[in-house]
């Protein structure tokens, strides 16, 4: 700009009455504000800017260019702690919020903050350091990753399905993520996200006791086509798409014949062979040949794959395996209908035991029982894991420092196995903290005071993790 514009630009600022420049602030967009705040600061990126806000979120780090209107933000009605006047560490509690949902996903309180955020950043703010929440939008990313900057770590609560659906980019979401890395924790970084939580972890463990030997991946069509059939030719089997959600495009398949080989790999399906399929997000089930399957599973409906039931579309490889589109064919476990034991991790320690039986199938109602991490019923799988965690990081291509703060191994009953449970699934996106759980949809007050303690529990030890890891 030149000495002409400036000045031109100064005189209006000065005839502009204050209503008019806090209108004008006003109706800014959120990366608007933080240039505004920057310019105003001779560049320097923690001056406030002029309508800054004030309250436990927004402090001591500005936050206040990225408020969402329909979000709460008072510290009363959020239950969020005053921050520590002199805070031991900085901390970014990073979620997401979709303004095309209403409250901002299911996910929400009423109040637009997710149900377990506040207890986490609670958690930061009992061991001494501050913790805020910030939401990503697709419209706030260049100012979002600018404030990012000025925290000591971050912790990502954000499903990668979440920023798809709402309209984002995920990779320029995790590349914009990986630059903040590169001299701060991010917990978890976007890559141990990516090989952790990918359907084909299972395929990297498949040779370990908890592993099981026939899980195979299918990264191209051509890989479905040899080895789907010889799969399905030897016992039931589990088949997920590596993007679904909330078990769409998860399939329960059996042969309904039920002939199959005794040895894997001693006979293979035919094409006309009739398969009965159960979907897991709706527990419908449909019939159709090992080559209607696998047209679907590629091409989605065609001619040759006929009708279907699945409020899915298929077309399960669609953009390649860069784009994530790739499926695991795992061994069906029929005593999952006991139920998984989901083993809560924070860093190397085992926290807590969850254990879910489904009622109505995997994608109904859940009844949760929780265990300590003692418990005897669980010993040999926790010894197993506790000795194996350093190898399953080797097994997905990562070393521990890449160890996620929060992760989870579900564990399915096995019978006839030199380990009693085997691994069904990984996960480190956004592991809900039980307790908190219940009050989704509603508000925190509605929780009983033992949910909140359980909760919140969790959420003191996490932070204690965190706050071990950046003193070291």
Known sequence: MGAGASADVQKQVGDASSADLQAFVDGCDAETK???????????????????????????????????????????????????????FKIALVGTYDTSKAGGGSDKLTNGHRFDTMGICNGFINNGMSCQPVYYTQDNHDAFFETLKQFDGVIVRANPGQIKGMGGD?????????????DRPVWPQPAIMESMGAKDALCCIKDMAFGLPDTLGYYTPEDMKTGFPKAIGFQPRVVKQNRGSAGEGIWIIKLKSGEYCSTYGEKSAADDD????TEANDSHVEEHTVAEFIEFCVNGRTD????????????????????????????????IEEGEARFMMIGKELYRIEHYKYIGGVGGETVTTIYGPD????????????????????ALGKDLTALPLLWAADFIPIDGNSVPYVVGEFNCSCLGLAGFL?????????????????????????AEAALAALTK
């Open 34 to 88: 933080a240039k505004l705040a920057a310019a105003v600061s001779g560049g320097a990126a923690e001056a406030a800017p002029a309508a800054a806000k004030t309250g436990a979120a927004f402090g001591p780090v500005d936050t206040s260019a990225l408020t969402i209107g329909t979000v709460e933000y008072d510290d009363a009605k959020t239950g969020l702690q005053p921050q520590p006047a002199e805070p031991k």
């Open 170 to 182: 995920q990779k320029k979401f995790d590349d914009a993520m990986m630059v903040i890395a590169a």
């Open 274 to 277: 009739v398969l009965i399929l």
């Open 304 to 335: 040759k794959s006929g009708e279907w039931k699945s409020i899915g579309t298929g077309k399960y490889f669609e953009g390649g395996r860069e784009a994530g589109g790739q499926m695991v064919d795992q061994r069906f476990l029929p005593r």
């Open 375 to 394: 418990a005897p019923e669980f010993a040999d799988t926790k010894a197993k894991l506790m000795a194996d965690i350093e190898p399953i990081m080797t």
């Open 438 to 462: 219940n009050a989704r949809g509603k508000d925190i007050e509605s929780l009983s005071q033992e949910d909140k303690d359980m909760g919140q529990g969790m959420a003191n030890r996490i």
